[in-house]
């Protein structure tokens, strides 16, 4: 099975998990990277309000074909309780009758993520798995097991 995982990452979470999702399905990764500064403080109440807005932003072009790839898996760190705006971009231009499969995941501080989910499959197709990382998972390398529990599921609902 080809897969590629594409995210976007501001402080590194959710490059540590698509990083190691992409080893163990020995697929390609893709980092997306948005052209808005969103280093220091002030940038950082910027993402908040921009992810809260559902803002759009500018976002360097991807490399990879996402309908080349058997399984494509998003990955997004939760903003103001929603998805980014770097990844709301990358999302809302894939031409979802394309895609084989797709699957999300995201990493968050606390709190629920099925918002988050739910918009991501509204401008996608529905998962055939999905995965959500707090950072005292990533800090204590919990996430691991969910990592395994993850691709459980996608063996479950892709022949491979
Ligand atoms: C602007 C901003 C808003 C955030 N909002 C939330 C939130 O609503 N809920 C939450 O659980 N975490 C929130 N977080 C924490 C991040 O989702 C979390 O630290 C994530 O793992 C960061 O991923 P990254 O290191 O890949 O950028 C927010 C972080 C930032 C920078």
Same mark, same amino acid.
């Given at each position: 099975m080809k897969s590629l995982v594409v995210y976007y990452s501001r402080t590194g979470n959710t490059q540590i998990i698509a990083e190691e999702i992409a080893k163990r399905l020995k697929g390609k990764v893709e980092k997306i990277i948005d052209?808005?500064? &969103?280093?220091g403080f002030l940038n950082f109440l910027k993402a908040g309000r921009d992810g809260f807005l559902k803002k759009s932003t500018e976002t360097q072009k991807h490399t990879?074909?996402?309908?080349?790839?058997d399984l494509l898996i998003i990955g997004t760190p939760v903003w103001a309780g929603k998805i980014t705006p770097a990844i709301r971009v990358y999302l809302n231009q894939l031409k979802k009758d394309k895609l084989k499969h797709i699957a999300f995941l995201c990493t968050k501080s606390?709190? &629920?993520t099925n918002k988050v989910f739910s918009e991501m499959e509204d401008i996608t197709k529905e998962p055939v798995a999905v995965l959500d990382v707090n950072e005292k998972e990533i800090k204590n390398k919990s996430y691991k097991k969910k990592i395994e529990e993850f691709l459980y599921k996608i063996k479950q609902e892709i022949s491979y």
């Open positions: 052209k808005k500064n &969103r280093n990879n074909n996402p309908y080349d790839f606390s709190g &629920r």
